[in-house]
């Protein structure tokens, strides 16, 4: 089955504490991204990869980063979360080819609480 | 950068017909999507658009006119389970889709 999967899907954990946030996706898709989702602001997005070894900042890059070693995982790194990481994050594939280049295809999505 | 606006709230009827507006401003366009997300889910794949006109997929229709930045996605026969947010997303530049806040809609009997 065609999928993005995160883990974990839920974490709290305390300020300072840095953590790891996967995502694997299994059908070969060139790009993937992150978003961040909060009330009334919208999925804004984190970082994202166009390819294995290249990542680009996107609107909110500040506290987070990530790594494309390998093309079906982009990891999201918090180095030293604080309460305001508390978020909504979705992680999302896609690919240039048709019939919706560029279609995004979501991961379930984390809900991370830091306190 | 990106600019996408679409309204924040919209009430409508079951059975009825309802229009979500998108207006954007971007740099490069390679396409525009609409998306839904129910509550705590992850948003779900509804339309595409990179050409100028009306694509139909059953009770959904999206529109794009490229030289006004301008797409609406339209329901038709609204049933309750379409009460959830509509997210219009434009790739430009960098292919990756930026997202509109999303418009929640609230469908009631």
């Known amino acids: 089955e065609a999928q993005v999967t995160q883990n974990p899907r839920y974490l709290i954990t305390v300020t300072g504490k840095k953590l790891t946030v996967t995502c694997s996706q299994n059908m070969n898709h060139e790009y993937m991204s992150w978003y961040r989702q909060d009330p009334g602001l919208g999925l804004r997005q984190i970082y994202y990869s166009m390819n294995v070894e290249v990542t680009d900042k996107g609107d909110v890059p500040e506290g987070y980063k990530v790594s494309r070693k390998e093309k079906r995982n982009f990891p999201l790194i918090l180095e030293s979360p604080s309460p305001n990481q508390t978020s909504l994050y979705f992680c999302?594939?896609?690919?240039?080819?048709?019939?919706?280049?560029?279609?995004?295809?979501f991961g379930p999505g984390t809900r991370l609480t830091v306190t | 950068g990106q600019n996408i606006d679409q309204p924040t709230e919209m009430t409508a009827t079951e059975g009825a017909i309802v229009q979500i507006n998108c207006t954007y401003q971007?740099?490069?366009?390679?396409?525009l999507f609409w998306y839904q997300q129910h509550a705590g889910e992850a948003p779900t794949f509804l339309s595409y658009n990179v050409l100028d006109g009306l694509e139909e997929k059953g009770r959904f229709s999206s529109f794009l006119s490229r030289s006004k930045g301008y797409s609406y996605l339209l329901l038709k026969e609204l049933q309750m389970k379409d009460s959830a947010s509509y997210l219009c997303?434009?790739?430009?530049?960098?292919?990756?889709?930026?997202f509109g806040r999303g418009t929640s809609l609230i469908v009631h009997p």
């Open positions: 999302a594939s896609s690919s240039a080819g048709t019939p919706s280049p560029y279609e995004q295809y």
């Open positions: 997303a434009v790739s430009g530049g960098s292919y990756i889709p930026t």
């Open positions: 971007t740099s490069g366009f390679n396409g």
